[in-house]
């Protein structure tokens, strides 16, 4: 049980930390000032990685299963389903308002757009792996840089860092143009109905 009461803090902290790209990605989708629309912009990529970052803390699943007894293995598996649901759902929320601007405010075809999700997906799992790895937060980008840098370059310097990221990259891509649609469908039911 204490393990069960473990998970729900560390997970409530990174669904909080997943939750911040969402918010800001509508925010960059109403405000129509483009320094404005910049500024949420980048600290919506700082903290994007932290969405689909969930998906990663599946290992610890792995890690805790035999420390549970079997009565609460149902439950441990529960929390760790609901995670992965809401890393999914949060890094398509998250994600979805930039492709609107790109199409709104950019006017770009749909190939030209598509590429650039995908650059995006690649940055992703480029912050998802730095933050894995090398453990590397979000905020230490203003807080401290140096050791960003410093993390950045570990990271390029290690072969299988950076095909972690090209595997993360390409599974984030067809995670987002796989469900990304349903997504949208389920928000344009919801609208309707209010």
């Given at each position: ?124 799992a480029f912050g998802v792996i730095l933050g894995g790895i090398e453990r590397v937060n979000s905020w230490q ?51 309707k109905t209010q």
């Amino acid at each position: 049980m204490d393990i069960l009461l473990f998970n729900m803090q560390w997970m409530i902290y990174n669904v909080v930390l997943a939750i911040i790209p969402v918010v800001l990605g509508f925010l960059m989708l109403k405000f129509r000032s483009k320094k404005l629309k910049i500024t949420i912009g980048l600290v919506w990529f700082a903290f994007l990685p932290n969405t689909i970052y969930m998906l990663t803390d599946i290992n610890h699943l792995l890690e805790q299963w035999n420390q549970v007894s079997n009565s609460y293995k149902p439950l441990l598996v529960f929390q760790y389903v609901s995670l992965m649901i809401f890393a999914v759902i949060t890094f398509i929320s998250a994600q979805y308002p930039f492709e609107k601007i790109l199409k709104r405010d950019f006017k770009l075809g749909s190939i030209p757009r598509t590429i650039i999700l995908i650059i995006v997906d690649f940055l992703v799992a480029f912050g998802v792996i730095l933050g894995g790895i090398e453990r590397v937060n979000s905020w230490q980008i203003v807080t401290d840089p140096k050791s960003v840098l410093q993390n950045i370059s570990i990271l390029f310097h290690s072969q299988a860092q950076v095909g972690l990221v090209i595997g993360f990259g390409g599974l984030f891509s067809v995670i987002y143009f796989s469900f990304h649609d349903r997504l949208i469908q389920i928000s344009k039911r919801i609208k309707k109905t209010q």
